[in-house]
Each structure stands twice: as structure tokens, then as C-alpha cells.
């Protein structure tokens, strides 16, 4: 095989990162090795936030990864390939992940609903991409997997947490009888 072609890959993202507006993490998951440390995402994080809170465009080059980002009120959204991914499929992973967000958050995106509602904001993130692969780029399809109630969910496939919340309700709900 000739040295300069790469082995096709699957869709994948490095990192995505949602920053309030004083260029602090909120929300980040990294997916690659390029920032190993917390230390050195912290510091990335600073330097994407300095490079991109004043400017108009939507993808910038940084440190080897094509990055596209939005802004909202008060955050600031990234998703964050390789130099060789296509910016047209990290744009719709971003669209996805703002669309999503926007959906969960009845469009009332500003950090304090986002930190109050951080579990199903991960969740959300789970469903679009699962270790850098990209599973999936439907807002509707994310929210609508995010959105299901416990009780609605087989006893087998309910994680730990919707067990024993599911548990502390009907133990509510027969003490207040």
C-alpha cells in the first residue's frame, strides 16, 4: 500500500466540549490520546476559548484537530476531529449535540438548565457518539432515546441508578398512602 493513503476509518470525533462564557468546562469528554491529562485538556480548553469567544467563523485548525464550533447565550459548543476528518460530518455532530440540547432544554439554553440537567445532557452525548465513533447525527432520534421513562424500560435493561429510583418512588408512594 502506498505511505501516503490512509486506511479508510469510521466517522470519529476526538473530543467535544461545551464552555461557559468565561472559557470554563462545563462539559467535556475526550475520545483520542491527544490530550492524555486534565491538566493538558484544561490548558487546550483555555487556548480554544481564547482562539474562538470573539470570532465569527465556524471551524478553526488548532493543535492538529479541525474544530467547529457555536455559541449560545452564555456557552460554547465544540466538537473536535483530526486534521483529516470531514468538517461537514463534525458540523452535523454539532448540529446534532446544539439541536439536542436545545430539545432537552425546552430552547432554554444557558448554563444554569445545562448544570441542572448535566445527566441527561451525557446521555445525549452517549447516544450521538460512543468512543469517538459517531453513532448518531438525528436530535430527534437522541432526545427521544434520552426521554424514555424508567417505567417504560424491561426491568433487564434499566441501569442501576432507574432501579433504584424506580424503587425510592414506589417506597414513597406506599409510605404516603
Given at each position: 500500500m502506498e505511505s501516503g493513503l490512509m486506511e479508510p476509518t469510521l466517522y470519529s470525533i476526538e473530543a467535544?466540549?461545551?464552555l461557559n462564557n468565561d472559557g470554563n468546562r462545563l462539559l467535556a469528554k475526550y475520545y483520542g490520546k491527544t490530550f492524555p491529562t486534565a491538566k493538558e485538556q484544561k490548558a487546550f480548553e483555555k487556548n480554544l476559548f481564547k482562539k474562538t469567544h470573539r470570532a465569527n467563523a465556524e471551524v478553526i485548525m488548532l493543535d492538529g484537530l479541525?474544530?467547529?464550533?457555536?455559541?449560545n447565550v452564555d456557552l460554547f459548543f465544540y466538537v473536535m476531529g483530526s486534521c483529516h476528518?470531514?468538517?461537514l460530518m463534525l458540523n452535523s455532530?454539532?448540529?446534532c449535540l446544539y439541536d439536542s440540547v436545545n430539545q432537552i432544554l425546552r430552547k432554554?439554553?444557558?448554563?444554569?438548565t445545562l448544570l441542572?440537567?448535566?445527566?441527561?445532557?451525557?446521555?445525549a452525548i452517549d447516544e450521538i457518539c460512543d468512543g469517538g465513533i459517531v453513532l448518531e447525527a438525528d436530535s430527534t432520534s437522541v432526545v427521544q432515546r434520552v426521554a424514555l421513562r424508567s417505567d417504560d424500560i424491561?426491568?433487564?435493561?434499566?441501569?442501576?441508578?432507574?432501579?433504584?429510583q424506580s424503587a425510592k418512588e414506589q417506597l414513597k408512594w406506599s409510605l404516603l398512602k
Open positions: 467535544i466540549a461545551i479541525t474544530i467547529v464550533y457555536r455559541s476528518e470531514n468538517e455532530v454539532l448540529n432554554n439554553v444557558e448554563a444554569r441542572e440537567n448535566l445527566d441527561v445532557i451525557l446521555l424491561p426491568l433487564g435493561e434499566q441501569t442501576v441508578a432507574q432501579v433504584l
